[in-house]
């Protein structure tokens, strides 16, 4: 069972917001957590909270009334999270781009990590993107605990003490 | 002190996949107002139409209206401009057309039916109907080459021939298909805990289906006998199996029989397209510019879908609307609310089948 241990490390929640899509990925995204393709076994959860979430699973084009809650839900996810945009019109405006209410991709408003293609996003590469997000995922969390270390010395910054360059990463010692 | 409470629902929420936002006015647990906001996801499509496409091209981007019937939405674009190209489609086009807008209900019908069962609190149900729904989605992909987005009808005919492996294919899905549905139309009659939460629940009367102007399995389920598939003859509905389906009682559980039996309908529909096909071309020539106007109705999944096209013999055209029936369906959708219980607004609202990017367009 080698192939499953990656993927045992995490059970990443997932939210789906829809951002102006036309449903076809949505379905998608339903059709991949069901049983054929079932994204479950992967421990990966729907759910409707942002602040229970890690993936944050985008579609559509932004439109004008939607891009403050795209913004507020990508704020309200705890660190680390991961942002999968499904579909060609969320990575580019694909169809929608140049229409007057849509703002031609997300990436304008929040970093995307994996962007999926096609038009509609088959499920199989809905859940290889997921994958791909599980690794970045990881990679995230290892770079969050990293341990800390107080280094620095205490600077004063426009007349006030403070600590904020006190704390530096602890670095593997270098090969000399 | 102040009797009611307001809940809002949406526009994020764990039981609707679209962002719609509702403002429910309670006093205790029930609905006493609504207040439905729908516009989150409205992109301009109808502008980019006369703007940014040539009337060839915008069939594919009137599909991107809606993902779930999109072909029903290529379909009446390519009826209209057909209409003004003074062009008539042969019965093997007609029929291919018919095969896919039939899959397609099959299909969206099926998801409507998982997501009220997900609604109701049966996760296990909504499995279910999502896993023998594939058999359909398999169907579309082979046929179409995609599995939601078809770009499947064109100008002048259809992009994919039918060739005798695929006709087995279908044979072999619906058959399968069949004997599921017939499962599912007991689990619906017969589960107890299913009628608690369906049978009474929301009902849409017959007077408050005309006055909100209901279509489709809407109106049907309330008995309110409108359908476009008998009401036009773009195509030959009636030589292929057709028959309208009415429930009366007009609640959820009505609503979610009908949509089983529509099912059950289609399916034959489908076996008799595939049985009989006509021999000839799939592809023709449709020539010229559209010029004038042309208004089509095709029923969707949802109900009547409407649409006008206005050419006047250029290759960019100057008018095209879209009336969609998740629009309409909204008036009445407030109406069933009010006198709701809260706790059963997911239900109802999943059992009105709505969909945010054909509403807001
Ligand atoms: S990529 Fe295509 S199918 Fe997916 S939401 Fe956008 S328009 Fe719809």
Redesign the pocket.
């Known amino acids: 069972m080698k192939f499953f241990t990656p993927f045992r490390k995490k059970s990443p929640w997932v939210l789906h917001y829809n951002a102006g899509?036309?449903?076809?990925?949505?379905i998608?995204i339903l059709a991949s957590l069901a049983p054929k393709y079932d994204l479950e076994r992967f421990g990966v959860i729907n759910t409707g909270n942002p602040k229970q979430s890690d993936i944050f699973l985008v579609?559509?084009?932004v439109t004008y009334r939607s891009r403050e809650r795209l913004v507020e839900l990508y704020s309200q996810i705890p660190e680390p999270k991961v942002v999968v945009a499904?579909?060609?019109?969320?990575a580019t405006g694909?169809?929608?781009r140049g229409m007057y209410n849509v703002e031609d991709g997300i990436d304008r408003y929040i970093p995307v990590d994996v962007y999926v293609p096609?038009?509609?996003?088959s499920p199989q590469l809905i859940i290889d993107a997921l994958v791909k997000g599980l690794e970045v995922l990881e990679a995230k969390s290892k770079e969050i605990e990293k341990p800390f270390k107080l280094f620095g010395a205490i600077e004063t910054i426009h007349n006030k003490l403070s600590r904020l360059n006190m704390a530096t990463k602890v670095e593997p010692h270098a090969k000399d | 002190m102040k009797k009611t409470i307001q809940i809002p629902l949406g526009s994020q929420h764990i039981s609707l996949l679209e962002p719609i936002r509702f403002k429910f006015e309670c006093e205790n647990e029930k609905i006493i107002g609504v207040d439905a906001d729908v516009g989150f996801v409205h992109r301009g499509v109808e502008l980019a139409c006369t703007r940014s496409f040539e009337f060839k091209q915008v069939g594919y981007v009137v599909a991107?209206v809606c993902?779930l019937c999109a072909i029903t939405h290529s379909l009446s674009y390519t009826l209209a401009v057909e209409k003004l190209l003074g062009y008539v489609a042969n019965d093997r086009i007609k029929y291919l057309r018919m095969l896919m807008v039939e899959l397609d209900r099959i299909h969206s019908h099926m998801l409507c039916l998982a997501h009220t069962a997900e609604n109701a609190g049966f996760e296990a149900l909504f499995m279910q109907i999502m896993g023998d729904r594939e058999l359909i989605m398999d169907v579309q992909e082979a046929i179409s080459g995609n599995r939601?987005?078809f770009d499947y009808i064109s100008i002048g005919g259809v992009n994919r021939d039918l060739t005798p492996e695929l006709v087995a294919m279908i044979h072999k899905n619906l058959g399968v298909l069949t004997s599921k549905i017939d499962a599912l139309i007991g689990l619906f009659d017969n589960n107890w805990s299913l009628s608690l939460k369906y049978k009474g629940v929301g009902v849409l009367r017959l007077e408050d289906a005309y006055t909100y102007n209901a279509l489709g399995p809407l109106a049907r389920a309330a008995g309110l006998a409108t359908d476009v598939r008998a009401e036009t003859s773009d195509f030959p509905y009636e030589d292929i199996g057709y028959k309208m389906i009415l429930e009366s009682s007009g609640d959820i559980h009505a609503r979610n029989f009908l949509r089983l039996r529509e099912i059950v309908n289609s399916i034959t529909m489908c076996q008799n397209i595939v049985n009989n096909l006509p021999v000839g071309e799939i592809q023709e020539k449709a020539k010229g510019k559209p010029n004038g106007e042309a208004v089509v109705r095709v029923e969707a999944p949802r109900g009547e879908l409407f649409y006008l096209v206005r050419g006047s013999g250029q290759n960019m055209l100057d008018r095209v609307r879209i009336k969609t029936p998740t629009f309409s369906a909204i008036p009445a959708m407030i109406e069933v609310f009010k006198g709701a219980e809260y706790a059963d607004a997911p239900a109802i609202l999943a059992s009105f089948d709505p969909c945010m990017s054909c509403t807001a367009k």
């Open positions: 899509s036309c449903n076809g990925c949505d998608e579609t559509g084009p499904v579909g060609s019109c969320t694909g169809v929608f096609g038009c509609a996003a | 991107r993902g939601v987005q």
